[in-house]
């Protein structure tokens, strides 16, 4: 839907005189109301004011993007007005407004008025433009200039459908991270926005939290010369078959998009050949890949299937004991009201497949189908005989290596028995042979090492776990999602099925750190940013108090020497003082809004300021002020 299709000349005004904000919103609901758009023009403008109250759309710059969704909305529509001396609309950046543009969504609309609001706010960053609006002599010329930047930034309508060659795309490409939040998505933009800087047609299917976006189809793969995989987990690879592809970690896809994309036109890219069954394959036959880098894509495909099942249940535990009363049983606490047992039944069932869904994927991911549920009989019976997360892990790597063992032994028998080995012999012999494994060899050590770290743990003395909160802030800081940061994730998680949750809330904070120590950086010393990146910093503010740290990975990529060091010294310091202050956490993702579920949450409070400070401070220190970036006079901070 483009901005202009949905912008009525009845409901421009170019020389809006509101005083306040109220008086702003109603004057944009009355031009809104002259376009017909509305039946109930009360209704919209409660909805208006009704998202208001969750957050100002005074975005900052100058501009005011206020919006409602109704069912008093008969068809989308936008209202603009400029107000060329501004006024105050609780922007964020505390800048009076002076270009506003109101949106009107139908309620069955799904999220047409985010994909206006989105495009707006992309074409309305542009400071000239933004001067050509608020300068507009009449409406036609307003109308006009935003159509041509419309065009200039999304192309012209006609050219949707011309825009791909006939033969199809150039380039295909897959994205893959463990959780499917952050690394997915940016290293997605990273190949298209190279791909467009060279003139390359490009598609790039995703595999995020939320399943697979923009799924590749048989004939563009067909027709495409090369095909890009940045994943640190493992993706269905049969399909590419027979065509040049390239592997890679997903943070090449974010950092070397442009390198990738040009080695994978360069005609030297290895041919794919399939083993001929319907598997979910991590390299290629002819890709030469490291021990330690398939042992942890191996990993993070258990860990990735493993995290919906541990923050969904871990969650509802934590809630349970927040909804529960104390004073009814100390010794079932978290059980004692009735709600408060119903939370705590379900998240515990939800959390029970932890370790079993863990060494299912793990298993899944060597040895492909047969493996999975080998893998989820040996994860079950590491959690039933005390060996735990270790014992889960080592069950995921044994029963994948078993079945492919399996597989390698049965290939001496007639192809009239292929039909019965998924079936019947490989789940027979797979889970009785996992099972002996498991109960006779891996537990009896492993229960025996996990009573002796719960015991250590226990033992330990507030300084000692001072020093342990110290290291495990300190690895979420360091690589923003990565190997390091995961590994103390998982330390965590697999601290929080003991009862360590001193852990786990020390591991949460270290991750909230890095983007919140930027977002304050780029807010209070504007200078050593540029624009773009002061506008980035502001998106950190979320990401940071949610616990993403991948937030922090544009500027770490763009500055590692001074950003990193910064980060994990004051995430070191919040998960030093967390443990210092005796925090506990029970559930395992959240950021801020499982803070009621935190022991001592003003201790965790005076952390994370702590931290995010610190690192805020160091930052600044490290980057000094910028000769080449322009800062207005009230961004200026009086250093």
């Given at each position: 839907?483009?901005i202009?299709?949905?912008?009525n000349s009845?409901?421009?005004?170019?020389e809006?005189k509101?005083?306040?904000?109220?008086e702003?919103?109603?004057?944009?609901?009355?031009?809104m109301?002259t376009?017909?758009n509305i039946?109930d023009?009360?209704?919209?403008?409660?909805?208006?004011?009704?998202?208001?109250?969750e957050g100002?759309?005074?975005?900052g710059?100058g501009?005011a993007?206020p919006?409602?969704k109704s069912t008093?909305?008969?068809?989308a529509?936008?209202?603009?007005?400029?107000v060329?001396d501004?006024?105050?609309f609780d922007?964020?950046?505390?800048e009076?407004?002076?270009l506003?543009?109101?949106i009107a969504?139908?309620?069955?609309?799904?999220?047409?008025h985010?994909?206006?609001?989105?495009r707006?706010?992309?074409?309305l960053m542009?400071?000239?433009?933004?001067q050509?609006l608020i300068?507009a002599p009449?409406?036609k010329a307003?109308l006009k200039f935003?159509?041509e930047k419309?065009q200039e930034k999304y192309?012209k309508p006609?050219?949707?459908?011309?825009?791909?060659?006939?033969?199809g795309f150039?380039?295909?490409?897959v994205?893959?991270c463990?959780t499917g939040?952050?690394h997915?998505?940016m290293?997605?933009e990273s190949?298209?926005n190279?791909a467009k800087?060279?003139?390359i047609t490009?598609?790039v299917?995703?595999?995020?939290?939320g399943?697979?976006?923009?799924q590749?189809t048989?004939?563009e793969?067909?027709n495409?010369d090369a095909?890009?995989?940045?994943?640190?987990?493992?993706?269905?690879?049969?399909?590419?078959?027979g065509?040049?592809v390239?592997q890679?970690k997903v943070?090449?896809?974010?950092?070397?998009?442009?390198?990738l994309i040009?080695?994978?036109l360069?005609?030297?890219v290895?041919?794919?050949?399939?083993?001929?069954?319907?598997?979910t394959?991590g390299?290629?036959?002819?890709?030469k890949?490291?021990?330690g880098?398939?042992?942890y894509k191996?990993?993070?495909?258990?860990?990735?299937?493993?995290?919906?099942?541990?923050?969904g249940g871990?969650?509802?535990?934590a809630?349970?004991f927040?909804?529960?009363d104390?004073?009814i049983?100390?010794?079932?606490?978290g059980s004692n009201t009735?709600?408060a047992?119903?939370l705590k039944t379900?998240g515990?069932?939800?959390f029970a497949?932890?370790?079993p869904?863990?060494?299912?994927?793990?298993?899944?991911?060597i040895?492909d189908r047969p493996?999975l549920a080998?893998?989820f009989?040996?994860g079950?019976?590491?959690?039933?005989?005390g060996?735990?997360f270790?014992g889960?892990l080592?069950?995921?790597f044994?029963?994948g290596?078993?079945?492919?063992?399996l597989k390698?032994?049965?290939?001496?028998?007639?192809n009239s028995l292929?039909g019965?080995?998924?079936?019947l012999?490989?789940?027979?012999?797979?889970?009785l042979?996992?099972?002996?494994?498991?109960?006779?060899v891996i537990?009896?050590p492993v229960a025996a090492?996990n009573?002796?770290?719960?015991?250590?743990?226990?033992?330990m003395?507030?300084?000692s776990?001072?020093v342990?909160g110290?290291?495990?802030g300190?690895m979420m800081a360091?690589?923003m999602?990565?190997?390091?940061?995961?590994?103390a994730?998982t330390f965590g998680l697999?601290?929080?099925?003991t009862?360590?949750?001193?852990?786990?809330?020390a591991?949460?904070?270290?991750?909230?750190?890095?983007?919140?120590?930027?977002?304050?950086?780029?807010?209070?010393?504007k200078?050593r940013f540029?624009?773009?990146e002061r506008e980035a910093?502001?998106?950190?503010y979320v990401?940071?108090?949610s616990?993403i740290?991948?937030g922090?990975i544009?500027?770490a990529?763009e500055?590692?020497i001074r950003?990193?060091?910064a980060?994990?010294?004051?995430?070191?310091l919040?998960?030093?003082l967390?443990?210092f202050?005796?925090c506990t956490?029970?559930?395992p993702h959240?950021?801020?809004f499982v803070?009621?579920?935190?022991?001592n949450?003003f201790?965790?409070v005076?952390?994370?300021v702590a931290?995010?400070?610190?690192?805020?401070?160091l930052?600044?220190i490290?980057?000094?002020?910028?000769v080449?970036v322009q800062?207005?006079?009230?961004?200026?901070l009086?250093?």
């Amino acid at each position: 839907m483009r901005i202009i299709d949905l912008l009525n000349s009845k409901a421009i005004d170019l020389e809006g005189k509101p005083s306040a904000k109220s008086e702003a919103i109603e004057h944009l609901v009355n031009l809104m109301d002259t376009t017909g758009n509305i039946s109930d023009r009360e209704a919209f403008r409660l909805a208006v004011l009704n998202r208001e109250d969750e957050g100002s759309t005074g975005i900052g710059e100058g501009v005011a993007i206020p919006h409602g969704k109704s069912t008093a909305v008969k068809n989308a529509g936008l209202a603009a007005m400029v107000v060329k001396d501004g006024t105050d609309f609780d922007s964020l950046d505390g800048e009076p407004a002076y270009l506003f543009f109101l949106i009107a969504a139908p309620n069955e609309a799904n999220d047409l008025h985010l994909e206006v609001l989105s495009r707006l706010s992309t074409i309305l960053m542009d400071e000239g433009f933004r001067q050509k609006l608020i300068l507009a002599p009449d409406i036609k010329a307003f109308l006009k200039f935003i159509d041509e930047k419309e065009q200039e930034k999304y192309g012209k309508p006609e050219e949707k459908e011309t825009k791909l060659p006939e033969k199809g795309f150039q380039i295909l490409a897959v994205t893959a991270c463990p959780t499917g939040i952050a690394h997915t998505y940016m290293a997605a933009e990273s190949l298209e926005n190279k791909a467009k800087e060279l003139g390359i047609t490009i598609k790039v299917e995703t595999n995020g939290s939320g399943g697979v976006k923009n799924q590749l189809t048989p004939e563009e793969i067909k027709n495409a010369d090369a095909i890009i995989i940045t994943a640190d987990t493992n993706v269905e690879m049969t399909r590419f078959n027979g065509k040049p592809v390239i592997q890679t970690k997903v943070a090449d896809g974010i950092h070397k998009a442009k390198e990738l994309i040009q080695e994978a036109l360069g005609g030297n890219v290895p041919i794919y050949q399939s083993t001929g069954e319907n598997i979910t394959e991590g390299q290629s036959s002819s890709e030469k890949e490291s021990v330690g880098r398939k042992i942890y894509k191996d990993l993070m495909n258990g860990v990735s299937h493993m995290l919906p099942f541990v923050i969904g249940g871990g969650i509802l535990i934590a809630l349970a004991f927040l909804f529960d009363d104390y004073s009814i049983n100390p010794a079932t606490f978290g059980s004692n009201t009735p709600f408060a047992a119903f939370l705590k039944t379900t998240g515990d069932t939800a959390f029970a497949f932890m370790l079993p869904v863990l060494a299912g994927y793990i298993a899944m991911s060597i040895g492909d189908r047969p493996a999975l549920a080998v893998g989820f009989v040996g994860g079950m019976l590491a959690n039933t005989g005390g060996s735990g997360f270790l014992g889960a892990l080592l069950a995921g790597f044994a029963a994948g290596y078993l079945v492919l063992g399996l597989k390698k032994v049965f290939t001496k028998l007639p192809n009239s028995l292929e039909g019965i080995k998924p079936i019947l012999l490989y789940p027979v012999l797979g889970i009785l042979i996992i099972g002996a494994l498991i109960t006779f060899v891996i537990n009896p050590p492993v229960a025996a090492l996990n009573t002796w770290m719960t015991v250590m743990l226990n033992g330990m003395g507030s300084s000692s776990k001072v020093v342990l909160g110290i290291v495990l802030g300190g690895m979420m800081a360091i690589d923003m999602g990565g190997p390091i940061n995961k590994a103390a994730y998982t330390f965590g998680l697999a601290s929080l099925a003991t009862g360590q949750y001193d852990i786990m809330a020390a591991v949460m904070i270290g991750g909230m750190i890095p983007p919140l120590g930027i977002a304050l950086c780029t807010t209070f010393f504007k200078n050593r940013f540029t624009k773009k990146e002061r506008e980035a910093g502001m998106t950190n503010y979320v990401m940071g108090l949610s616990f993403i740290t991948e937030g922090a990975i544009p500027f770490a990529s763009e500055d590692p020497i001074r950003v990193i060091p910064a980060c994990a010294v004051g995430a070191a310091l919040a998960g030093g003082l967390s443990m210092f202050f005796g925090c506990t956490l029970l559930a395992p993702h959240g950021g801020i809004f499982v803070f009621p579920l935190v022991g001592n949450p003003f201790g965790y409070v005076i952390a994370l300021v702590a931290g995010s400070v610190v690192s805020m401070t160091l930052l600044a220190i490290l980057k000094r002020p910028r000769v080449d970036v322009q800062v207005s006079g009230s961004e200026i901070l009086d250093l």
